[in-house]
């Protein structure tokens, strides 16, 4: 198992940096289970990537922490940062996107409406433009997400409703074959599950494409 999957472990809880490809419900908990010398169902999940997207992830070692975590999540006190790469450039560079999402459960797709009915749910998210480039002769742009809701493929759908599809995500839109869907954990805020002292992780992206176009700090 590769160390840098594991960023940190306590005996309450511990932070992982997802590989790209790997699921959550059975391959992602084998692997950390591998890692820490300990049974796969020890581990609690709090929240979940898609198998494209990587990232920084929280899991629950205890009972008690899982409770607490979860409820951190409820209650928007658990904070989720993205980086994305989209097609277009999203104008304002900076602003809210502020949508009502219904999800299809047959097609496993999130579509944007414009109509409350059952079933749809409110989805916001705050984003940034950070650095733009032409990536196949195609204008694109790194952007900073950060999640107010948590809705099924809530990033992707609200992209791609206005135009902007992630990269590699042909799913909703996306041209580009040559990546997987351009999204990425990469921060994770939340209070300790035992001592509520604030704690903060963060991790970059792999550098391959269309990561490896954007210099980073």
Not at 100 to 119: C, E, H, M, N, Y
Not at 142 to 163: K, N, P
């Amino acid at each position: 198992m590769d160390e840098s999957v594991i960023l940190h472990a306590e005996r309450s809880f511990l932070v992982c940096r997802k590989p790209v490809g790997v699921e959550c419900e059975h391959e992602l908990p084998a692997l950390l289970a591998e890692g820490m010398k300990c049974k796969v169902d020890s581990l609690y999940c709090i929240h979940r990537l898609d198998r494209a997207v990587g990232g920084v992830m929280v899991w629950a070692r205890t009972p008690r922490a899982a409770a607490e975590l979860s409820r951190q999540v409820q209650e928007k006190a658990l904070k989720k940062t993205y980086f994305a790469v989209c097609s277009g450039i999203p104008t304002p560079d900076t602003g809210e996107m502020r949508d009502l999402l219904f999800k299809d459960s047959v097609k496993q797709k999130s579509f944007a409406v414009i109509s409350p009915r059952r079933g749809v749910k409110e989805a916001l998210l705050d984003y940034r433009v950070l650095q733009t480039d032409v990536l196949n002769d195609s204008p694109a742009a790194l952007v900073r997400v950060t999640l107010r809701t948590g809705r099924f493929h809530q990033i992707r759908c609200q992209f791609a409703s206005r135009g902007h599809p992630l990269l590699g995500d042909g799913k909703y839109g996306s041209r580009e074959r040559g990546c997987t869907t351009a999204l990425w954990s990469c921060r994770l805020a939340f209070f300790h599950p035992e001592t509520h002292a604030p704690l903060v992780f963060e991790a970059a992206p792999p550098r391959v494409f269309p990561w490896d176009r954007f210099p980073w700090n």
